[in-house]
């Protein structure tokens, strides 16, 4: 038995859905691919609202919660967005086909977005249609997943999303100067600039600030300026690895890096973290041959945790036995709030193992787009020369303005100030979080970083798992992330990635009302 129905939109488009109660696939799968299969192809257009699932579910004779669940995959993976009010419509920025990303069974894994998709009903789905969508006309296989790893964007409110740093405290009238400074009367050396390995002035600079602020053992030639991290880790792996080679990253982890990892021709393989950070010992059980890992040991996103000196020895102690490369991320060690600030893991290496990661997006501001690899000076000529096969030279436009910027103490005064202001700005989430959500969630301090981490508490978790607690709260114009996202293989833990950086003092509790109204719901 088959149900027909000319499904008509308020933009008058009149689609047609039919579900067969005899076909193998569920209703509720079939309704969701045949939505999907209208959006994608343009009959359904962006904006567009959709019925409600009590009249959808009405007109085709099934149960509302049928409806609700195909509802609930296509504004898990960002098909759909909920606004307050008025109802369910198709979101004005489309994702890409296939949602998942490498690192699972077969090279592919569930999940791996910031927010949207899970290692559930959303993140299996994702994963059936990548492995059964026909490729792209003239994409390869690599292209195709490449595709996939584009991440869901959505109307993102600065509460609570997570890795968005303060930039309306930024000093901008200082570095508009620093700028014109540069610019007004630039030497020939600085416009006709094509060392690979970037402005030397800001090399020297970064290699001294390092040295002091975070440990790291190097000499300017050890640096090698890049656009960010994961052009960094990319570059990394084309020098380091051979297309196929089998890579360790963080299970969950920032899903940035399996991009950069795959651009390269790399596999991934997830290795578990638990509150002590990645454990080495059981990805060297999964992948015996890997000879590469990329590790977050001072703050581990999206778990917040510290790598422990027992795990970071045994990480060193992998590395020179296997003839192994460690990629150390650094991401956060600036924005540290309790306990001694750590050193960074490559301060402890001995065997020129490490190769340290670093990026001003988070200290600075993202569109700035610079980055640096320290790396071990046997291979320094190496990543120059292949830093201008792959990509010339970095731009210098803001590399002089960045060098007087640090030089001149504007750098470490901005970290001092954005320090202090996220610690502040932490403990009113706290502690608003305690008044107002503390019988759903299980909030507590995070040392670094510029998120909090909640756990869903078993009164909430009866209800509604993260990816729906995402969901709800993105309908009342809060932005969260799901821990559960992040896993790729795993057993997915369930929780809310709470941004508070780029949140005013006077909006957070005003926020933390609205989720937790949200989620009462």
Known sequence: MTTRLALRTTKAAVLPITLDRTAEDPLHRQLYEQLRETILTGRLQAGSRLPATRTLARDLEISRNTVTAAFDQLLAEGYLEGRVGAGTFVTSELPEEALSVLGGP???????????????????????????????????????????????????????????????????????????????????????????????????????????????????????IVSGAQQAIGLAAHV????????????????????????????????????????????????????????????????????????????????????????????????????????????????????????????????LRLGYLIVPPDLTDSFRFARAALDDHPSTVAQPALTAFIEDGYFAAHLRRMRKLYAHRQALLISAAHEQLDDLLTIGPAEAGMHILARQKPAMTVRMDDIQATRRAEAAGITVSPLSSFYHEYPAQQGLMLGYAAVDEDEIPKAVEKLAEALRQ
């Open 240 to 367: 380091l690895l051979d297309e196929g080679d089998r890579a360790l990253v963080e299970d969950p982890g920032y899903p940035g890096i399996r991009g950069a990892l795959m651009a390269a021709g790399v596999k991934v393989v997830p290795a578990p973290v638990d509150e002590e950070g990645l454990d080495i010992a059981t990805g060297e059980a999964k992948a015996p041959d890997a000879r590469f890992v990329c590790v977050a040991p001072s703050h581990q996103y999206p778990l917040s945790v510290t790598m422990s000196l027992a795990r970071r020895l045994a990480l060193l102690d992998w590395a020179q036995r296997v003839d192994g490369w460690i990629i150390e991320d650094d991401y956060d060690s600036e924005y540290r709030y309790s306990g001694k600030p750590l050193a960074a893991l490559q301060g402890l290496d001995r065997d020129n193992r490490v190769v340290y990661v670093g990026s001003f997006s988070k200290t600075m501001f993202p569109s």
């Open 106 to 224: 077969n090279g592919v894994g569930s999940g791996g977005v910031r927010s949207g998709g899970s290692n559930t009903d959303a993140g299996s789905a994702a994963l059936h249609d990548l492995k059964s969508s026909p490729r792209q006309r003239g994409l390869s296989r690599r292209g195709t997943q490449l595709a996939g790893l584009r991440r869901r964007r959505t109307r993102r409110g600065l509460a609570f999303a997570p890795g968005v740093p303060e930039l309306r405290n930024f000093p901008f009238d200082i570095w508009a100067r620093l700028m014109a400074r540069a610019w007004r009367r630039p030497p020939m050396d600085l416009m006709a600039n094509t060392e690979p390995a970037g402005y030397m002035p800001l090399r020297r600079t970064i290699a001294d600030y390092v040295r002091t602020a975070r440990g790291v053992r190097c000499e300017v030639e050890q640096v090698i």
